[in-house]
Nanobody, 121 residues
Framework: VQLLESGGGFVQAGGSLRLSCAAS????????MGWYRQAPGKQRELVAL???????NYTDSVKGRFTIFRDNAENTVYLQMNSLKPEDTAVYYC????????????????WGQGTQVVVSS
């Protein structure tokens, strides 16, 4: 399995970025796709999660500013980030929960390598 993340970068406060994460490889189905972030000296935290039935959760600090959506045909998840704040600065990681085969119900987690987002004040 591979996760190809893109879209990170440098932006001024109030600006926008869109992250994308494309999954490929031995994947039968993807249940959940999510974005997490880790700021320096802090623990990794969930930013947004979307399930195969389009249930969505956001951490409180990004509600109303970030939007997660997915393209099931392309096994890709996006995170549209608007009104960015300096406190959004972090490495953003994509994670999927997937099944390898229709024969087995076991699910696996897989993480991307992360993409840096820096928001300047």
């Amino acid at each position: 399995v591979q996760l190809l993340e893109s879209g990170g970068g440098f932006v001024q406060a109030g600006g926008s970025l869109r992250l994308s994460c494309a999954a490929s490889g031995s994947i039968f189905s993807i249940n959940a796709m999510g974005w997490y972030r880790q700021a320096p000296g802090k623990q990794r935290e969930l930013v947004a999660l979307i399930t195969s039935s389009s249930n969505i959760n956001y951490t409180d600090s990004v509600k109303g500013r970030f939007t997660i959506f997915r393209d099931n045909a392309e096994n890709t998840v996006y995170l549209q980030m608007n009104s960015l704040k300096p406190e959004d600065t972090a490495v953003y990681y994509c994670k999927i929960v997937y099944r390898m085969s229709r024969l087995y119900v076991r699910e696996y987690d897989y993480w991307g390598q992360g993409t840096q987002v820096v928001v300047s004040s």
